[in-house]
């Protein structure tokens, strides 16, 4: 569904993905993990066409997405749902608004509807009653889990998600651990998760892959990632400050 | 040693043009396209528009009666007592041609450009322009565009407004000092025309344009936390400062001093 075919990006002469080769299949759950600045984040804002390749190409379907016209590539972000690392809710708007924005924007919706589907998206998240708030009156966790609401709130196929556990609590976490694998099972969501939380990667991945010096260095089922041989996947999955990987 | 691989001044100018021209020919090919973001329109109106009365009733009032002053003071010296009346003419041009226009373009890239670009900046910097881009909304049309278009229209009212509030000030410190209100208004009337009122109104509508392309600019580009909001919104008032004057000079030499000529 998604490939990523020898992906290159720089920001001002420092090289962050240097020849990124992976392919996403529909239906399934990837998590990337890798250090801290490494990359991931920049790697998946490729995938919806926020950020556009030095070098590389990103087919969706087959389509090389870097060549589509405005509105074929507004046809194609419709397709996607973004979390956002600090949830990057709306300032000036409501929760209410926030979650709408996609809905109404990406959907033709009565007023009723629009209502029902905004309460039913906060409700998966496990937020209730909020919708007249202002994301300033939130703690970080709701914030992030608008967030979550807002970018599931319109039925994306394909939902990006920038460490969805950070910030929030290990029970909450584990909620939205369930809600990505609900998601898959009974929507068919493909999901691509960022995460430095590895028993959330452990949990609802069906394939891991480890970002290092700009390149995928390891791929596999978190069984296979467990055991692997690499020391640099080692060394980060059990969270060792020594060992071959030394910028932090 | 010299460091060979800085990028020299002149280039630097010249991708700094090119951004700010391919944000402008954005913003000009969306104002016609749909959806018009209506709501934030409204709003940058009231923003641009009415929280700037206060501060553009108070610059033109005391631009226009330190105008009127220096005037009187200048007649009164240097042609004769009785000769300050002929100072309304002179009052109300360089007011409505010059002198409000710039004020107001300042004023305005103080208190407006600056916010535009904090605004967009702090948005650019937490994700939130990105967040648009995913929930699909061009960030041009629902930034830029009502930004500008509202800067379009309320520069040139706060302009006339301002043009009443100045010349009205110079009446004032004029009457107050016994010089003759109706031939002061006579030859004010006989000198000041429709068109030199539209130069000072086509000026503060070139300058909408430059305050909120700049602003929308630099907070587009805004990088690096809240010392790069800072930054931007430095950038913007120096920037968009330094555009007005450079911009109203060739701008009085272009626009025909009358309609007839």
């Not at chain 1, 976490?173 to 929507?187: C, F, G, K, P, W």
């Not at chain 2, 000030?169 to 002061?184: C, Q, S």
């Not at chain 2, 000026?203 to 344009?209: H, N, Y």
């Amino acid at each position: 569904m998604i490939q990523i075919v020898d992906l290159h990006k720089s920001f001002g002469g420092k090289k962050v993905l240097d020849g990124v080769n992976l392919d996403i299949q529909r239906g399934e759950t990837v998590v990337i993990i890798g250090q801290s600045g490494s990359g991931k984040s920049v790697l998946i804002k490729h995938m919806i066409g926020i950020l556009k390749p030095d070098k590389g190409e990103i087919y969706i379907d087959g389509t090389e997405i870097c060549c589509l016209s405005e509105d074929d590539f507004y046809k194609l972000r419709k397709r996607f749902g973004m979390l956002f690392q600090g949830a990057a809710l709306f300032d000036s708007l409501t929760v209410g608004q926030n979650v709408a924005f996609g809905l109404e924007r990406y959907r033709v919706f009565s007023e009723e509807e629009k209502t029902k589907a905004v309460r039913e998206s906060l409700a998966m998240v496990g937020l209730r009653g909020i919708e007249t708030l202002m994301p300033h009156e939130l703690s970080g966790g709701m914030k992030k889990r608008v967030g979550l609401a807002r970018a599931i709130a319109y039925g994306p196929e394909i939902i990006l998600y920038d460490e969805p556990s950070t910030g929030i609590d290990p029970i909450r976490a584990d909620a939205i651990n369930d809600l990505i694998i609900q998601m898959q099972r009974e929507m068919g969501v493909t999901s691509v998760v960022i995460t430095h939380d590895m028993v959330s990667a452990y949990k609802i991945a069906d394939r891991i892959a480890m970002l290092y010096e700009g390149k995928i260095i390891q791929e596999g089922t978190p069984e296979e990632i467990k055991k692997t041989q690499n020391e640099v996947v080692q060394q980060f999955i059990h969270g060792m400050a020594k060992g071959p990987i030394k910028e932090y | 040693m010299p460091d060979k691989t800085r990028t020299p001044p002149y280039f630097i100018f010249f991708e700094q043009m090119g951004e700010v021209g391919i944000l402008l020919s954005r913003t000009f090919k969306n104002f016609f396209r749909k959806p018009w973001e209506g709501r934030i329109f409204l709003q940058q109106l009231e923003e641009i528009g009415v929280r700037s009365l206060p501060v553009v009733s108070l610059t033109a009032a005391f631009g226009g009666l330190v105008f009127g002053l220096q005037t009187y003071m200048g007649f009164h010296r240097y042609i004769g007592p009785g000769s300050e009346a002929y100072g309304g003419p002179i009052i109300s041009l360089g007011l409505t041609k010059e002198l409000i226009p710039i004020l107001v373009g300042l004023m305005v890239t103080g208190r407006v450009g600056s916010s535009m670009a904090a605004e967009i900046g702090t948005m650019r910097i937490t994700e939130q322009v990105d967040a648009l881009f995913t929930l699909g909304a061009d960030p041009n049309r629902y930034l830029v565009v009502p930004r500008t278009v509202a800067s379009i229209i309320m520069l040139p009212c706060l302009t006339l407004y301002g043009d009443v509030i100045g010349v009205a000030g110079g009446y004032l410190y004029n009457a107050i000092m016994g010089v003759n209100r109706t031939l002061y208004w006579r030859n004010t009337m006989i000198y000041l025309e429709l068109w030199d009122v539209i130069t000072g109104l086509i000026k503060a509508l070139v300058f909408g344009v430059v305050i909120a392309t700049i602003g929308c600019w630099q907070g587009l580009k805004a990088e690096g936390g809240a010392e790069g909001v800072g930054r931007a919104t430095t950038r913007t008032v120096v920037i968009a400062s330094i555009c007005i004057l450079i911009l109203n000079f060739f701008l009085s030499r272009m626009l025909p001093v009358s309609l007839g000529q």
